[in-house]
């Protein structure tokens, strides 16, 4: 018998929030989640969601002002209650992290192998010479060619697509156990993007990694992730497996994202469906579900309370929604977000 993954992270009630000028930022509201051994976590939703901060509040790399609550468990300690010198220990290491901006994150004075041998020599007591090699090693895995010869460039002799490619190298050069990916194919053309969701598969499972992918595009998650997380002013809205939630969705939220997804039907001409309406402020978020004023199925209830996760009927499946029910007796949910033009089919 086949025992289960373990489970690596677990996330429970993280809150973030950013004292201003202008009142308190609640940037993350309650989000909880967990990641397996080898597993794909997609965490989705439109910008200023709470992504990105949720995983920067992992890393430990959020700014000295953030105030920060809950627990973040890796394989069994709370790293909010590690000193700091421990979670550096961890930051890279075992936890790594895959920036947004590859060009902001490497550094433009430094070639891209000392970037990379850095990353080994902060961890570990290793001659220059055998982080070097392990630098190159990183390259030929991630694809780029002359990988010897390319230790010697500089950031801007890459092309986009390198960078990114470089940034993974240097996430995994450590074999962590976690990657948090946060968008790594923004700004990337199609093409170019299936080579590194591709690649950054082939590279987790040479180091037997976890990942936590973040992105605001369901269709990045599609081929890749067993599970997605979606996330909405800053909380968790709806979380299933991969097929759940694209044929299954119970959140008008996610049945938005979904319609708004180029498919073969848009191809020929036809409109995207947007979801209307804009996010709100998180510095005044409005009451009930923070998602009411552009759901096609707001009420009264929806207006004044705000739903929390509850399973919607399946196992593992969870939504914050008080209608739900609703969304699951429609046989096409992205239908509720069709433009007057398109009409009703």
């Known amino acids: 018998m086949i025992s289960p993954p373990d489970e690596i992270l677990r996330v429970q009630d993280l809150t973030v929030e950013f004292p201003t000028e202008d009142g308190v930022v609640h940037a993350v509201r309650g989000v909880s989640y967990s990641l397996h051994e080898r597993e794909v976590l997609g965490i989705v939703g439109e910008s200023g969601s709470g992504k990105s901060v949720s995983s920067l509040a992992v890393m430990g790399l ?106 993974i190298a ?95 039907e848009t191809s020929g001409g036809g409109r995207l469906r947007p979801i209307g309406g804009a996010p709100p402020s998180l510095i005044n978020l409005p009451p009930g579900c923070p998602f009411s004023p552009r759901c096609p199925l707001a009420d009264g209830a929806c207006h004044s309370e705000e739903p929390g996760l509850a399973e919607a009927g399946e196992g593992g499946h969870y939504t914050a929604c008080h209608h739900w029910d609703q969304l699951a007796a429609v046989a096409d949910p992205t239908a509720l977000f069709r433009t007057e033009s398109e009409g009703v089919r």
Do not use: C, W
Request: aromatic share 4%.
């Open 62 to 167: 959020l700014p000295r002002g953030a105030r920060v609550r809950g627990r973040i468990l890796y394989r069994g300690d709370d790293l909010l209650t590690l000193s700091t010198r421990r979670r550096r220990g961890l930051r890279g290491r075992n936890i790594a992290m895959v920036f947004q901006d590859p060009m902001s994150a490497l550094n433009p004075v430094h070639p891209i192998g000392d970037q990379l041998a850095e990353a080994v020599l902060a961890h570990g007591l290793v001659p220059r010479k055998q982080a070097l090699a392990r630098a190159k090693e990183m390259l030929d895995l991630v694809g780029i060619p002359q990988a010897e010869a390319r230790l010697r460039s500089y950031p801007h002799e890459f092309s986009g697509g390198m960078r990114q490619r470089a940034m």
């Open 170 to 264: 240097m996430a995994v050069i450590n074999n962590p156990d976690v990657i948090i990916a946060d968008e790594p194919t923004t700004a990337l053309d199609v093409t170019v993007q299936a080579q590194i969701l591709e690649k950054l598969l082939e590279v987790k499972d040479a180091v037997n990694a976890a990942i936590v992918l973040i992105t605001h595009d369901l269709g990045v998650v599609a081929g890749i992730a067993h599970r997605v997380l979606v996330m909405y002013a800053g909380k968790p809205v709806e979380i299933g497996d991969t097929d759940t939630i694209f044929y299954r969705p119970r959140m008008p939220y996610t049945a938005g994202l979904l319609g708004s997804m180029p498919s073969l």
